[in-house]
Structure formats: C-alpha cells, structure tokens
C-alpha cells in the first residue's frame, strides 16, 4: 500500500491511534519522507490551532428558553395508543345503557309499567308537577347523550391506568 | 428524564453542531429549539444502543438538514448526503462586529473553519470539540468510518491551506 497517500494512516498516527508496530513502521517511513512529514508537521499545527479555539458559547437565553419550552412540553400527557377492542366494549357499553335509559324515559316506559314512579320517587302527588319532573327528567337524559363522548373517554382512560385516578394536567 | 438537565448537558455540543452546519445565523435559536423538542419527542424511542450524546448530535445534524431543506435556502439539497458533500449555504452579511471580531487571529481561525463545507467542518467539530471517536462521528453523521478520517483529514488540510494561504501561516505558530 502507498503509505503517502494513505490520510487516515497519518491522521491515526497523529491522534496516537495506531498500534505500537504500526507506530514504529510508519516513523521509519516518515524519516525517509519529507512529503509526509511536512504534512504530518501540518495536520499537527492545525489541530493544535483548533484546540487552542474557544468553542463558541449558547446564548444563556437560548438555554433559558429551551428548558421553559421542554418543560411546558413533557406535562402534556403524551398520546396512548389506543386499544380499539377496549374502546369499542366501552363504547357500546355506554350506548346500550343510555339508550335504554332514554327509552324508559323519554319513552313513556316507566310511567307505563311503573305508574306514578316519578311522582311516587320525589314525594309528588300533583299530576302536573309529575309530568313536569318528566320533562326535566328527558332534558338531562338528552343532554347526557351530547357528553356521550367524553364519558366513553374517561371510562377508557380510567379502564387503562386500572382504575386509578389522575387528575388532568393543565 | 429531567429535560432541563438534558438541555444542560448537551446545549453546547448542539449549539457548536448548528454553529457549523448552518451559516445563517439568524436562525440558529430557532434550531437550537427544535432539536430539544425534536429529542424529547423522540426520547421514547432511545435505545441506548449509543450514547445519548451521539444520539442527540444525530438529530441536531438533521434537524439542520431538515431546516435548511425547509427554508429553501439552499437549491442543490436533495438528499442528506449531498448536503453532507455540498459547500456551506450563503450566511447573512457580516456586520460591522463580525468584521472587527475578525481582526483578531483566533477569529479568522474561527471564520476559517466556519468556511468548510459541512461534511468537513462537521467530522472536525465532533472530533476537536466534542472529543467524540471515529465511530461516534459516523454514527452521527451516517457515513462509514474510513470516510470520517478521510473528511476529517480533508477538513485539516483545507483548513491549513486557507491559513497559510492568508496570512502566511503565523496563525499556525
């Protein structure tokens, strides 16, 4: 091999990366080379030029700002995957039970098979107080289907950390 | 992991990184930035398989690869290697502090290797600054060890060249 042209051998040899017989061997052909060891002599100088540097400085703001930010970063709960199987049960789970909940109510159903439940439950023996309990009783039922959603998602959440609760991070 | 020890930690090794792959320095804090939100993001996915710092220097080198493709400042990036192998982007015009920073022997060394194309200026900054080894380096930069020795030596050379070129080489002592 042309050790002259061979660069990774003398910049080994000047970081002290070669072996002891490879050392000895490539110091014998440098004696009897000028070209290589003048620029030996060069790649030696300019290291020594480029320790001799002070490594520019980071901006203490910079740092300052990249802490906040990572900081602000890792308390937003990093997405889960979600395991659709658990999250479907849920989901049907929740709908079955709503829609079973709306049907007896807003369906007449309780009052059927169950006269005077309303009226019997909250002490109320005024037909119109009754049927008024009625409506109030459809208008939650139906606003507890818009939050379907987020109960489905919070039984998940709540299914998947096992039934320990954590509070929201803000 | 705490991440204000891992900004501390390693601010300095990604700054010097952003430092000498891209020119403009106007937009350095916004990368310095984005590779801290770019290893937090990934930090899931560390392995260990390599030191966290080698880990971290990777993707401060792609990110500014990625940001340099992004802005458009450069027409010839296609590919990380060609940017790797291409020269530096045009950097914003000195000021006036620039130029009397200049005067002083350290700064010209300074802008000097500041000159280098990436794929030299990068091998040397890992190796010189950040004490990394061979292996460390091409790991980092994705490139086979012998062709970090060869661009660390080509850098040394150039280097060397542009200082003796300009002032006789007394900068070399």
Redesign the interface.
């Known amino acids: 091999m042309d050790v002259c042209s061979d660069d990774a051998l003398k910049l080994d040899y000047e970081n002290g990366l070669l072996s002891e017989k490879e050392r000895a061997l490539f110091e014998a052909h440098l004696a009897a080379c000028p070209a290589c060891r003048g620029e030996v002599a060069g790649i030696r100088r300019t290291a020594a030029a480029i320790a001799g540097l002070t490594p520019p400085s980071v901006p203490p703001a910079w740092t300052a700002a990249a802490k906040a930010r990572l900081r602000a970063k890792s308390l937003v709960p990093a997405r889960r995957r979600t395991n659709v199987f658990q999250y479907a049960a849920i989901t049907a789970g929740v709908t079955a039970g709503l829609a079973l909940l709306f049907w007896l109510v807003a369906g007449g159903a309780a009052e059927r098979w169950l006269p005077g439940l309303s009226a019997y439950v909250l002490g109320i023996s005024d037909p119109r107080a009754g049927r008024t309990v009625e409506l109030v009783a459809w208008v939650l039922s139906l606003s507890t289907l818009l939050l379907v959603p987020s109960i489905i998602e919070d039984i998940y959440q709540l299914v998947r950390r096992g039934g320990r609760h954590r509070p929201r991070q803000k | 992991m705490d991440?204000?020890s891992?900004?501390?930690d390693h601010?300095?090794l990604v700054?010097?990184l952003i430092?000498r792959a891209v020119r403009d320095r106007t937009a350095h804090?916004e990368i310095?930035?984005e590779v801290?939100?770019n290893v937090?993001e990934s930090l899931?996915r560390f392995e260990g398989r390599s030191k966290l710092s080698t880990w971290i220097a990777s993707i401060a080198v792609h990110t500014c690869y990625k940001f340099i493709q992004k802005a458009g400042r450069r027409d010839r990036v296609e590919a990380f290697g060609d940017w790797l192998e291409g020269r530096p982007e045009p950097g914003v015009p000195s000021d006036l502090q620039e130029n009397l920073e200049r005067s002083d022997a350290?700064r010209r060394?300074?802008g000097h290797?500041g000159e280098l194309p990436p794929k030299h200026a990068l091998p040397?900054t890992l190796f010189?600054?950040e004490g990394m080894s061979y292996q460390e380096i091409a790991e980092v930069l994705e490139i086979p060890m012998?062709t970090v020795?060869?661009h660390?030596?080509?850098g040394?050379?150039e280097?060397?060249k542009k200082?003796e070129g300009e002032d006789h080489g007394r900068?070399?002592?």
């Open positions: 991440t204000d891992l900004v501390e601010k300095d700054y010097h430092h804090e310095f930035q801290f939100l937090l899931p350290r060394l300074e290797l040397v010189y600054f012998g020795k060869s660390l030596f080509r040394l050379r280097l060397r200082i900068l070399l002592g």
